[in-house]
Nanobody
Framework: HVQLVESGGGLVQPGGSLRLSCAAS????????MGWYRQAPGKQRELVAV???????NYAGSVKGRFTISRDNSKNTVYLQMNSLKPEDTAVYYC?????????WGQGTQVTVSL
């Protein structure tokens, strides 16, 4: 049984920072891709950032230069450092880990950017 546990969401003022973490446990096998997605109210889920086993990254244009994705392979953990947050970054953030045993999603963590 594979489980993803997310942490780090919360309420922050515009211009502030948050760091999300997502740790995978269980028989996940070899991990190919780790990433973060988000879904705002009334909108479809969208890619925020992904990182491959080799360290290659891809970011949504709206977060490039402000967010940084990283991973700790020894801990099966992926991080998302979010700086210069804007109200439009408000959403539920989901982590995704894709490996040889399957494609897994976290339960989601709320990020709210507001005064």
């Amino acid at each position: 049984h594979v489980q993803l546990v997310e942490s780090g969401g919360g309420l922050v003022q515009p211009g502030g920072s948050l760091r999300l973490s997502c740790a995978a446990s269980g028989s996940i096998g070899s991990i190919n891709l780790m990433g973060w997605y988000r879904q705002a109210p009334g909108k479809q889920r969208e890619l925020v950032a992904v990182i491959t086993t080799g360290g290659s990254t891809n970011y949504a244009g709206s977060v490039k230069g402000r967010f940084t994705i990283s991973r700790d392979n020894s801990k099966n953990t992926v991080y998302l450092q979010m700086n210069s947050l804007k109200p439009e970054d408000t959403a539920v953030y989901y982590c995704r880990i894709a490996g040889t045993s399957g494609d897994y999603w976290g339960q989601g963590t709320q990020v709210t950017v507001s005064l």
